[in-house]
């Protein structure tokens, strides 16, 4: 086994403190999370660590428990949250810094030197392109910046100009629109200094990704697990995580809630009674069953799973306030991508306008309960495009917009579940 860490150091330190920094950040669910941890963890050990090692096995064994009881604690502290943090100040004011001609980037690459290269380049591509707009420089925070945000440190936000001359006045361009979205920002004018951002690194999770197991009970009812899942990609690795013998409150807690559509879980208990399960919009069916509420089904599946019988009356829908989302984000350090579209709370889909990266081709679609459709797309500029498709007549109808009127866009579609597209003005019809 590699000594590439101290003798004393647990095998499990560099991935716990990767959790912590991961699920404080607020991107992706448990099963990401766990993901990077074990990736973390072998890291550590060198390219060749021994798995009959006992400690690195206790290590392993642990990464689940350290997940959960992570995103368990961010879930208790999240409840006491403002209705605006500054981690939302933080990605906002990036999202204007990018509408305004500078380049800007949320926990980018794994340290300063890999991320300036790599936005070197596309300022350099950006303002090579013929009649584009000019790109004035960037900003951008790395991995090892979040880690020391994420511990209490003031946050260090680097910054770059397209011209040697401009460089302070970029750094000030930046530090105003910091400080323009409510955050504090210390900085002496030196070009050659980072700004230090003064914050709680606070970054909300929702839905799926805010889901956490809890720990076991001695004697919980188990099922056996398999999902069917309709193609044409991969069913999910947060879904096929818990597919074979597994406690019902995880199955109810981590996938069922948001298991996409098309989907089927097909659930067989200890005493051979079968069940197969879909999700429709809020609620999940029971085939030959009731409908049940997909926020509360753990209780009516345990008993199920012990004999006793469903409900006897359907549960009844929200009327509003979720959407069915999915989406792609082309930056590979971005946001990633849902191929099988999910259920997010409006707030949520509203978020997740502003965290997507403004980079050709980046894109998200979401869905009202009535089949209303807006789905918007980064263009180059960057510029953002808005659509609303009408399959039955072969077209969509849609505009530019600014980010505040998309996450007004969404916000209509899942509170008040119509299309309000044509609210902002006129729209161009492209056809299929």
Not at 128 to 151: K, M, N, V
Not at 172 to 196: F, I, M, N, Y
Request: charged letters at 30%; a negative charge; aromatic letters at 6%.
């Amino acid at each position: 086994m590699s000594e590439v860490r101290e003798p004393d150091r647990h095998p499990h330190t560099d991935a716990g403190e990767g959790i912590e920094v991961r699920v404080a950040s607020g991107r992706g669910g448990f099963v990401e999370i766990l993901h990077h941890a074990r990736r973390d963890l072998l890291d550590s050990l060198g390219e060749e660590p021994d798995p009959d090692d006992s400690r690195v096995h206790a290590a392993l064994a642990r990464l689940s428990d350290q997940v959960d009881a992570a995103l368990a604690d961010h879930a208790n502290r999240q409840r006491r949250w403002p209705s605006r943090t500054d981690g939302e100040r933080l990605t906002r004011a990036f999202r204007a810094l990018d509408e305004s001609g500078i380049i800007a980037r949320e926990d980018f690459t794994c340290c300063d030197a890999c991320g300036r290269a790599v936005l070197d380049a596309e300022l350099g591509v950006r303002n090579s392109e013929p009649g584009g707009a000019a790109t004035r420089g960037y900003a951008f925070y790395h991995h090892g910046e979040s880690r020391l945000a994420a511990g209490g440190a003031p946050l260090a936000v680097g910054f770059e100009s397209s011209h040697p001359i401009r460089l302070a006045a970029v750094g000030e361009e930046v530090a105003e629109v910091l400080r323009a979205h409510g955050l504090t920002v210390d900085w002496d004018g030196d070009p050659g200094r980072k700004l230090s951002v003064r914050m709680d690194w606070s970054h909300r999770r929702w839905d799926r990704q805010a889901a956490f197991a809890g720990p076991a009970a001695n004697g919980e009812p188990m099922v056996r697990v398999d999902v069917a899942g309709p193609g044409p990609y991969a069913v999910p690795a947060w879904i096929t995580r818990y597919e074979g013998r597994v406690p019902v409150r995880e199955f109810a807690r981590m996938v069922l809630p948001w298991i996409p559509n098309g989907f089927v879980a097909t659930l067989q208990s200890d005493l051979g009674h079968s069940a197969e399960i879909t999700r429709d919009f809020d609620l999940l069916r029971v085939t030959g069953g009731p409908a049940l509420s997909r926020e509360r089904v753990e209780e009516p599946l345990s008993r199920w799973a012990v004999g006793a019988a469903w409900p006897g009356e359907d549960a009844r829908p929200s009327p509003s306030g979720l959407l069915e989302v999915n989406y792609a984000d082309t930056e590979e350090e971005g946001m990633g991508y849902v191929d099988y579209a999910e259920p997010m709370r409006t707030a949520a889909a509203r978020h997740l306008v502003h965290r997507l990266t403004p980079v050709k081709g980046t894109f998200a679609v979401f869905s009202s309960r009535d089949e209303g459709v807006v789905q918007m797309m980064w263009e180059p500029g960057p510029r953002l495009w808005m659509e609303s498709p009408s399959p039955r007549e072969s077209l969509a109808r849609g505009r530019h917009v600014s980010l505040p009127e998309a996450e007004e866009m969404v916000r209509v579609l899942g509170d008040e579940g119509r299309v309000a597209l044509a609210d902002l003005g006129r729209l161009r019809v492209t056809r299929w």
